[in-house]
């Protein structure tokens, strides 16, 4: 883990007076990857100039608000399809896709499935909560089923979805999974995937306690953490449970680092070996 102090962050990361006090609600985990995501920009040491945060709509799309970074504030679902045309038109840049749960698998889901399928060398960092946090605490793709919901009172139908199996599937670079009470975990993972080539994909479990966990019985936000610390087993160890004592875990790691290079570098070899083709005549 990084040894940036609270002082270097607010003045050198956060756009400190601007947009504090932040919206977070007490006990969300959204402010503890935001913390995860600028140390590993620290660390690495790559340029504030040289990063993008494209963000969604929904409490994840308000972090991007608060970072000095280049910043865009995108429509709902789409954060991926703005990131692609940033890092198409400038490879050099680090592009970095925020988007909740919600936001990144129900109506962005297609974006994502293809951002996917296409290795666009972007870092999409999932923030899941397993709820639409800023509208009410709707039902989300990523709601556990049978977990109570504003929309689901009597408990969630839908199997929810696995976000690492999705973007396993769909052939992402690198898949990781991570959550805000195992920082240190989480934060290797950021730096890693901030320095694959292609497509990456972060999943970030952070807790919304106010519009899903007290209506899970989760008394406070202690509770969730406590939760997290509880249920989340190195992928490594889960791997190792037989069938029957794999039903209450929740793995965390690196599910998939392939490693292959990006679309936005293929792309640019190809037009530069046409134009070479081109100036010699086409022979």
């Known amino acids: 883990m990084s040894n940036i102090t609270g002082n270097e962050i607010i003045h050198q990361y956060l756009r400190h007076n601007k947009k504090f006090p932040h919206v977070l609600c007490a006990g969300c985990g959204h402010g503890i990857v935001l913390g995860t995501l600028i140390r590993s920009i620290h660390t690495l040491g790559i340029p504030k100039d040289d990063v993008v945060v494209v963000a969604g709509i929904g409490c994840s799309g308000r972090l991007a608000v608060y970072v000095d970074f280049n910043t865009v504030h995108t429509t709902h679902g789409r954060a991926l399809?703005?990131?692609?045309?940033?890092?198409?038109?400038?490879?050099?840049?680090?592009?970095?896709?925020?988007?909740?749960?919600?936001?990144?698998?129900?109506?962005?889901?297609?974006?994502?499935?293809?951002?996917?399928?296409?290795?666009?060398?972007?870092?999409?960092?999932?923030l899941n909560n397993n709820i639409y946090?800023?509208?009410g605490g709707q039902s989300s793709p990523a709601t556990p089923e049978g977990s109570t919901t504003m929309t689901n009172p009597y408990g969630q139908?839908?199997?929810?979805?696995?976000?690492?199996?999705?973007?396993?599937?769909?052939?992402?670079?690198?898949?990781?999974?991570?959550?805000?009470?195992?920082?240190?975990?989480?934060?290797?993972?950021?730096?890693?995937?901030?320095?694959?080539?292609?497509?990456?994909?972060?999943?970030a479990?952070?807790?919304?306690?106010?519009?899903?966990?007290?209506?899970?019985k989760y008394k406070s936000p202690v509770d969730m953490y406590k939760w997290?610390?509880?249920?989340?087993?190195?992928?490594?160890?889960?791997?190792e449970?037989?069938?029957?004592?794999r039903a209450d875990r929740m793995p965390i790691g690196v599910f998939v680092d392939r490693g292959k290079p990006g679309y936005e570098e293929l792309y640019y070899a190809r037009q530069e070996n046409f134009l070479k083709q081109a100036a010699k005549g086409g022979k």
């Open 241 to 245: 449970l037989p069938e029957n004592k």
């Open 228 to 239: 997290l610390k509880s249920t989340a087993i190195p992928v490594e160890r889960y791997n």
């Open 205 to 216: 479990i952070t807790p919304c306690h106010t519009q899903f966990g007290r209506k899970n």
């Open 133 to 135: 946090g800023m509208t």
């Open 81 to 126: 399809s703005f990131a692609t045309g940033i890092k198409m038109s400038n490879p050099k840049l680090h592009v970095i896709a925020l988007m909740g749960d919600g936001d990144a698998l129900s109506i962005g889901g297609n974006h994502l499935i293809h951002a996917a399928r296409r290795n666009i060398g972007v870092t999409a960092m999932i």
């Open 157 to 203: 139908l839908d199997h929810s979805f696995d976000t690492v199996e999705l973007a396993r599937g769909a052939g992402a670079n690198y898949v990781a999974r991570g959550t805000v009470f195992h920082v240190n975990r989480l934060e290797k993972i950021m730096m890693e995937a901030l320095e694959r080539p292609g497509f990456s994909l972060v999943e």
